[in-house]
C-alpha cells in the first residue's frame, strides 16, 4: 500500500486538517488516522445495511454545542514573551465573543510584547503579572489562579516557558501557577523554527505531552520575524479556540461520574525479596485514568507497581498484589463505571516466606501456586452496587477476538477492550495499541494509535454509554 504523510497534502486541505485537528484536540496524524477509521467503518456500515437496515446515525456534537462549551468557562490565558503576544488579543476576544470568563496572566517578557494595560482593557479585569505581588495574594493569590479555573491557555508558549513546564520550575507567577494547578492546560508553542527543532525542545514537548498537556500547532509559515519561516508560527487564534472548545467539551463529558479504573501489573510475593510478576507497565490504565480525569470524572486509580508518575487529578491507591488490589476496588465502590485495565497475577505463591529463602545446593524448592481473585467477575457479578458499565481488559497472544468474545461472557463484563501482547506487538511496554471492542453488539476494532488516544476514544465511549447515547 502507498504511504501517505501530512507533509503531502496541499496547503488548502493541510489547513482544514489543521482546523479540525486542533477542533478534537489532536495532532494532525491522529486525526487522519480518525477520518480513514470513519471511513473503513462507515464502508462496512454500508456493506452491513444492506443486510439490516441501519439505527438513526449518531450525531456529531453541532457547531453551537461546541461553542457551548466556552459559555462561563473559566480561562487563565498565560502570555509569553514571543512576538505572537499580539495575536493573544484576539484570542482573548475570540473567547469572550463565546461566554468565557478571562484573566490573564503576561510573563515579564511578555510584558515586552504586550501591555497589562491593553491586556487588561481587553478582559475588563486587572492583569496579573508578579508572584510577590501582595495585592494579587491578598485578592486572589497564585494558588486560587490555578484552582479557580477550568483552563488554563499558555499563548504564546515561547521555548522557555515550554523548558520550565517540563522541568517543574516555579519562579515566576505564570510557572507558578501552571505547577500548582491540577486542571486542564493547552499550550500553543511559538518560536522561530530553530528552536522548535532544537533537541532540548523536542525533549521538552515529549515530557510535557506525557505529563497530559495538550498541544495546538505550531504551524509551518512565515515568522513575524523578517525573512523567517518554517514551522514554529504559533496557531491561529481561531484554531486556539477551537481546542480550547474540544478540551472543555470533552472536560464536561464525566461531570459528576465516578469512575474506578486499575493499572499495571501485581506482584505475587514469594519472600521477602522475590516475587512472580509480569511485563505490564501501566501505561494504557493510566492514561485512561488521566483521560477519565479531564472528561471531569471523579476517579480513583488503583496501581500496582508501576514507574510512573501519578495522572492529574486523580486519587490514587497505590497496592502490590492482587487481593490487596481487589479490596482497594471493593472499597473505592460504588461507582458508575469500572475499568479493568491491570494485568493482575492470576495466581500467588501459596505460601510466602517470612525470610529469604536460602539456595541450597542440590535443592531446587517447589513453588506451590493459588489462585488469586477475579476482581474483574467479582465486579461484574455483583447483584447490587453493581457499576452501570463494567470494562475489563484482555492481554491475548493467540486468537485475539475469539478468546475476548468469550472472557466477556464468562466473566459477566459489558465490554472487553481486546490487546495482542505477543512480544512482535510491541505492546506490553509500548507507547502504542491496537485494541478490538468487544461487546455484546458486536466487535469494533480500532486502528494502531497511542494509549494516550485510545484511552481518550474509550472514555468517550463511556460517556456516551452512561449518556444514553449511540457512538
Ligand atoms: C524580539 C524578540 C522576539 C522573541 N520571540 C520569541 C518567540 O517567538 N518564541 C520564543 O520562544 N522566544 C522568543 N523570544 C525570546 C524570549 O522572549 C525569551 O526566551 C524570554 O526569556 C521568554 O520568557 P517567558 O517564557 O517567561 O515569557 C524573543 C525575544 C525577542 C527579543
Not at 475570540?94 to 494595560?117: D, N, Y
Not at 511559538?190 to 532540548?200: E, H, I, V
Not at 514537548?205 to 514554529?232: C, F, K, T, Y
Request: charged fraction near 25%; glycine fraction near 8%.
Amino acid at each position: 500500500m502507498a504511504s501517505l504523510t501530512v507533509r503531502q497534502l496541499d496547503e488548502k486541505l493541510k489547513k482544514l486538517l489543521r482546523l479540525r485537528a486542533a477542533r478534537h484536540g489532536r495532532s494532525m496524524e491522529d486525526e487522519v488516522r480518525v477520518i480513514l477509521r470513519q471511513a473503513a467503518e462507515e464502508a462496512g456500515r454500508e456493506a452491513l445495511d444492506l443486510i439490516n437496515p441501519p439505527n438513526p446515525p449518531a450525531q456529531p456534537a453541532p457547531r453551537q454545542a461546541r461553542a457551548d462549551a466556552v459559555v462561563q468557562k473559566r480561562v487563565v490565558l498565560i502570555i509569553g514573551g514571543g512576538i505572537a503576544a499580539y495575536k493573544s488579543l484576539d484570542l482573548i476576544r475570540r473567547l469572550q465573543e463565546r461566554g468565557a470568563r478571562m484573566r490573564c496572566i503576561l510573563t515579564a517578557a511578555g510584558q515586552q510584547f504586550v501591555t497589562p494595560l491593553a491586556v487588561g482593557a481587553l478582559t475588563g479585569q486587572r492583569t496579573f503579572t508578579d508572584l510577590f505581588d501582595p495585592q494579587s495574594e491578598f485578592d486572589v493569590g497564585h494558588i486560587r489562579l490555578a484552582r479557580d479555573t477550568d483552563l488554563l491557555v499558555v499563548a504564546p508558549a515561547t521555548a522557555d516557558l515550554l523548558a520550565k513546564m517540563a522541568g517543574g520550575h516555579a519562579d515566576d507567577l505564570a510557572t507558578a501557577v501552571l505547577l500548582a494547578t491540577d486542571r486542564p492546560i493547552l499550550i500553543a508553542p511559538a518560536m522561530n523554527p530553530r528552536m522548535w527543532a532544537a533537541k532540548a525542545t523536542t525533549r521538552n514537548l515529549a515530557q510535557l505531552s506525557a505529563d497530559g498537556v495538550r498541544i495546538v500547532g505550531p504551524n509551518a509559515g512565515e515568522m513575524a520575524e523578517h525573512g523567517e519561516a518554517g514551522l514554529g508560527r504559533m496557531a491561529e487564534p481561531l484554531e486556539i479556540v477551537a481546542a480550547v472548545e474540544g478540551i472543555l467539551r470533552r472536560g464536561a463529558a464525566l461531570a459528576g461520574k465516578r469512575v474506578i479504573v486499575t493499572s499495571g501489573p501485581t506482584h505475587e510475593p514469594i519472600d521477602p525479596v522475590r516475587y512472580i510478576a509480569n511485563r505490564s507497565s501501566g501505561k494504557q490504565g493510566h492514561a485512561i485514568a488521566a483521560a477519565a480525569a479531564a472528561a471531569g470524572a471523579d476517579v480513583v486509580l488503583v496501581s500496582g507497581p508501576v514507574a510512573l508518575p501519578d495522572p492529574r487529578g486523580v486519587a490514587v491507591v497505590k497496592v502490590e498484589t492482587a487481593q490487596q488490589m481487589a479490596e482497594a476496588v471493593a472499597t473505592a465502590l460504588p461507582a458508575d463505571a469500572a475499568i479493568f485495565a491491570a494485568a493482575v497475577a492470576d495466581w500467588r505463591s501459596d505460601s510466602t516466606s517470612a525470610s529469604k529463602i536460602k539456595k541450597q545446593p542440590g535443592h531446587t524448592p517447589t513453588l506451590t501456586l493459588t489462585e488469586n481473585p477475579d476482581i474483574l467477575s467479582a465486579v461484574a457479578h455483583r447483584t447490587s452496587g453493581r457499576p452501570r458499565l463494567v470494562i475489563g481488559f484482555a492481554a491475548e497472544t493467540d486468537n485475539v477476538i475469539a478468546n475476548a468474545r468469550a472472557k466477556r461472557i464468562k466473566k459477566g463484563c459489558d465490554w472487553i477492550v481486546a490487546n495482542d501482547v505477543s512480544a512482535e506487538s510491541g505492546i506490553m511496554g509500548g507507547d502504542m495499541n491496537t485494541v478490538h471492542v468487544v461487546s455484546a453488539s458486536g466487535v469494533e476494532s480500532w486502528p494502531p494509535q497511542g494509549k494516550d488516544e485510545v484511552a481518550r476514544t474509550l472514555i468517550d465511549r463511556v460517556a456516551a454509554a452512561l449518556d444514553g447515547r449511540k457512538e
